[in-house]
């Protein structure tokens, strides 16, 4: 029942700016903890940003200061700005939600980075 759509994800030049979004469906309470991960090919999938319910965030260092995590709770939904955008940053990102201690995970989204 529960389903995660991830949208905005695409081809964007070096630089330029990106906006992720997550939205969550099929729920009947509460979502606790939020984020995104990602993923490029051959390699592991690794945390970029994570929010709590009281919209306290942490992100990896490799996108702190470029990337911002927000949600709307009353939405269900948590969204990515991605600005300053690098080639390195290229690769399929996953939107996961955690409600009632189970993790949640939406099918990806593309970006790619590139000139």
């Known amino acids: 029942q529960v389903q995660l759509v991830e949208s905005g994800g695409g081809l964007v030049q070096p630089g330029g700016s990106l906006r992720l979004s997550c939205a969550a469906s099929?729920?009947?309470?509460?979502?606790?903890?939020m984020g995104w991960y990602r993923q490029a090919p051959g390699k592991q999938r690794d945390l970029v940003a994570h929010?709590?319910?009281?919209?306290?965030?942490n992100y990896v260092d490799s996108v702190r200061g470029r990337f911002t995590i927000s949600r709307d709770n009353a939405k269900n939904m948590v969204y990515l700005q991605m600005n300053s955008l690098k080639p390195e940053d290229t690769a399929t990102y996953y939107c996961?939600?955690?409600?009632?201690?189970?993790?949640?995970w939406g099918k990806g989204t593309l970006v790619t980075v590139s000139s």
């Open positions: 996961y939600a955690r409600i009632l201690g189970i993790d949640y």
């Open positions: 099929g729920i009947g309470f509460r979502i606790n903890a």
């Open positions: 929010i709590t319910s009281s919209s306290s965030t």
